[in-house]
């Protein structure tokens, strides 16, 4: 009740990317430091995912990413 949102039991701390191609991974960068990230969704071209962000003291916030760079940011003004 204290956020306005969906129940989603699974968080992430951190999150990595794989090619596909090789198996190498990378580590994304950026993320926040006290976690609480949902699991990413995929743009349809594979170029950048989004995810949630569950804040401490309530509310929600949007992140996406980069698949090229391996980095992500909070989307401005959007909770």
């Not at 191609?21 to 990230?37: F, H, N, S, W, Y």
């Not at 949902?38 to 003291?57: I, Q, T, V």
Request: with cysteine.
């Amino acid at each position: 009740p204290a956020r306005p949102g969906t129940q989603t039991t699974v968080r992430y701390d951190t999150l990595h990317l794989c090619e596909i191609a090789t198996g190498a991974t990378r580590p994304v960068e950026g993320l926040p430091e006290d976690g609480g990230i949902e699991p990413p969704s995929w743009s349809h071209d594979g170029r950048r995912f989004a995810f949630l962000r569950d804040l401490p003291g309530g509310g929600i916030e949007v992140w996406v990413g980069d698949a090229a760079t391996a980095r992500c940011r909070p989307v401005p003004g959007l909770r």
